[in-house]
């Protein structure tokens, strides 16, 4: 019975890992988390994904992203575009950028050309709802923990 117990708790363990594994990539910003995921680019031909992200048109948005996302692994000298909107000239696009420098994350305001390559930042908003297998996992174990407490009883009396 305890190596059931073990198993049981083992695979719950498992599923919660799972379920933060994209701890790394997520950004909570009054009170709404959003997952960013990296793609280098071209404005140029992929304006209406770029203008779909959360901060087009919010540069208050695209300033704190970029100033809260500091992510790991990425090599010095880079920078994470949040691009958020048209520039006045019409060859390029404002954005907010988190860099990568020697001394730490940083976050500046840049211009970028519509031509050129970049690594622009994309947002998936993240809602903190239980997984239905993590709630089935958890229900599993208190069902299977009240059965060993009656049977416990039960043999006990």
Do not use: C
Request: charged share 10%; net charge neutral.
């Amino acid at each position: 019975m305890n190596m059931k117990i073990s198993t049981l708790a083992v695979a719950a363990l498992f599923s919660l890992a799972t379920v933060s594994a994209n701890a790394n990539n997520t950004v909570t910003y009054n009170g709404f988390n959003y997952l960013l995921n990296l793609q280098t680019m071209t404005y140029e031909g992929n304006e209406a994904q770029i203008q779909s992200t959360p901060w087009w048109g919010n540069q208050s948005l695209a300033i704190a992203l970029a100033g809260l996302y500091k992510p790991s692994g990425y090599p010095q000298f880079t920078d994470l575009h949040f691009a958020y909107a048209l520039n006045t000239n019409p060859n390029s696009v404002n954005s907010e950028a988190a860099m990568n420098w020697p001394s730490g994350w940083a976050r500046s305001t840049s211009t970028i050309p519509k031509g050129l390559l970049n690594d622009f930042m994309f947002a998936t908003s993240v809602t903190p709802v239980p997984e239905a297998d993590t709630s089935a996992m958890l229900l599993m174990g208190a069902g299977l923990m009240g059965f060993i407490v009656r049977r416990r009883k039960n043999t006990q009396a």
